[in-house]
């Protein structure tokens, strides 16, 4: 069947041409031109995945996310935004988002993020690939957690329950994204091993945006606000010109 998507983008020419572009891509669209009009929509049948234009009046789309997110409504939400700073992204993140574009955008760059978005939940063209068992060299930073039984994992003082989505470092309970989780999990699974960009961006997004994208950088950043304790060491470790390693220095 085709996915649902639920539009919202106050400017009519971007909602026109976006619009078309999805019904051709087979996706069954429901566009709107403000906040109001998502939430309500949103609420009489829920859509596959959502895709929010920041900047709408009335309720923008952070504001809609947030309400979302505190009904408890986990539908994927990919966020259209003219904000280029990396704070602005994040504000998008912290609001409960999944992924974001930046406009001007490539067309072929919302087909693959909803691709990717659709897939981690089961949507679209099947499932999500099952990540790779912790390579060989990963054993010994395991050792002190325990490899995953049940979908429980352990590594560098985290927890990880993946069968119910949550994440603990030592006793505090993460609030993390479906993104963040992902890619909490990835960097766990192979904990000790220097992931490259690519290969980061195939797991989590089934697409590489390329050396440009910052895509991958912020949501490192921001899942270390979230993971970082004062006085505690690091556990996301930037390999400069490589990628990212998870270990406990």
Request: hydrophobic share 45%; charged share 25%.
């Amino acid at each position: 069947m085709p996915q649902n998507v639920l539009l919202a983008e106050d400017d009519r020419a971007i909602r026109h041409a976006l619009e078309r572009a999805l019904t051709l891509e087979g996706y069954e669209v429901t566009a709107v031109a403000d906040g109001v009009e998502a939430l309500a929509q949103a609420h009489r049948t829920r859509p596959d995945v959502l895709v929010l234009d920041v900047m709408m009046p009335g309720i923008d789309g952070l504001q809609v996310c947030r309400v979302l997110r505190a009904e408890g409504d986990r539908t994927p939400i990919l966020m259209l935004t003219a904000l280029v700073e990396t704070a602005d992204r994040i504000a998008g993140l912290d609001a409960g988002a999944d992924d974001y574009v930046v406009k001007p955008f490539d067309v072929e760059e919302v087909f693959a993020r909803l691709r990717a978005l659709l897939r981690r939940t089961g949507g679209a063209d099947g499932f999500a690939p099952p990540l790779p068992p912790p390579a060989a060299g990963a054993a010994a930073a395991t050792a002190t957690g325990a490899p995953e039984t049940g979908g429980l994992l352990a590594a560098a003082g985290l927890r990880m329950d993946v069968q119910a989505r949550r994440a603990w470092r030592g006793t505090r309970e993460l609030e993390l994204t479906r993104t963040e989780f992902d890619l909490l999990e990835l960097l766990v699974r192979n904990a000790g091993i220097v992931l490259d960009h690519a290969t980061i961006y195939d797991r989590i997004w089934g697409y590489d945006f390329g050396p440009g994208s910052k895509n991958l950088a912020v949501y490192v950043g921001y899942l270390r606000r979230k993971l970082d304790e004062p006085g505690a060491p690091a556990l996301i470790h930037t390999v400069r010109g490589v990628g990212y390693a998870l270990r406990e220095d």
